[in-house]
T-cell receptor, first 109, second 114 residues
Framework: GEDVEQSLFLSVREGDSSVINCTYT??????LYWYKQEPGAGLQLLTY?????DMKQDQRLTVLLNKKDKHLSLRIADTQTGDSAIYFC?????????FGAGTQVVVTP | GAGVSQSPSNKVTEKGKDVELRCDPI?????LYWYRQSLGQGLEFLIY????????KSGLPSDRFSAERTGGSVSTLTIQRTQQEDSAVYLC????????????FGDGTRLSIL
């Protein structure tokens, strides 16, 4: 089956940039996603990228896609305390999402 | 409402009982998905409905799990003879699949089996 892997934890100082990395195995994925989950809540769609793109920027968020290496990253500029959450990478596999285990981001003052 | 609505938000039941979880997708969305989030297994796909097509049930973990979608809108996930390993958060998502749009999630139902 398809695998999606992420690092499990990231600590970052308020105001710095955060970079969360993800690797995947399914090369047929057409869309790749980043979701955010806060405690007790569902998944909030942050951003997504089509597989024929290599970069997408949306305000403080920048997504980079390297299809050759099957590597996806999310950069959060000027990280705030409200960015503390778990971030999930997901790839579209014939309509179904395959998720990574999630990266817990802790923002320290 | 603007988003995906799930009910109940929390459900506690005894082992062996049946439970029904409800999902109200975003109006007009043709595709509806169920996922399960548990500590041991992470986020897992369960079942996917797209329009009038037969659902993709490939993620259902056992025949105790079933789901239906009535009138192309509301969906119910039913778990029969619940077991403790069914304890998890059940998440529903919907998308306008015809336009290849991303999936939007509800807040989930937290199911606890005693």
């Amino acid at each position: 089956g398809e695998d999606v892997e992420q690092s499990l934890f990231l600590s970052v100082r308020e105001g710095d940039s955060s970079v969360i990395n993800c690797t995947y195995t399914d090369s047929s994925s057409t869309y790749l996603y980043w979701y955010k989950q806060e405690p007790g809540a569902g998944l909030q769609l942050l951003t997504y990228i089509f597989s024929n793109m290599d970069m997408k920027q949306d305000q403080r968020l920048t997504v980079l896609l390297n299809k050759k290496d099957k590597h996806l990253s999310l950069r959060i500029a000027d990280t705030q305390t409200g960015d503390s959450a778990i971030y999930f990478c997901a790839v579209d596999s014939w309509g179904k999402l395959q998720f990574g285990a999630g990266t817990q981001v802790v923002v320290t003052p | 409402g603007a988003g995906v609505s799930q009910s109940p938000s929390n459900k506690v039941t005894e082992k062996g009982k049946d439970v029904e979880l409800r999902c109200d997708p975003i109006s007009g969305h043709t595709a509806l998905y169920w996922y399960r989030q548990s500590l041991g297994q992470g986020l897992e796909f369960l079942i996917y409905f797209q329009g009038n097509s037969a659902p993709d049930k490939s993620g259902l973990p056992s025949d105790r799990f079933s789901a239906e979608r009535t009138g192309g809108s509301v969906s119910t996930l039913t778990i029969q003879r619940t077991q403790q390993e069914d304890s998890a958060v059940y998440l529903c998502a919907s998308s306008d699949r015809d336009l290849n749009q991303p999936q939007h999630f509800g807040d989930g139902t937290r199911l606890s089996i005693l």
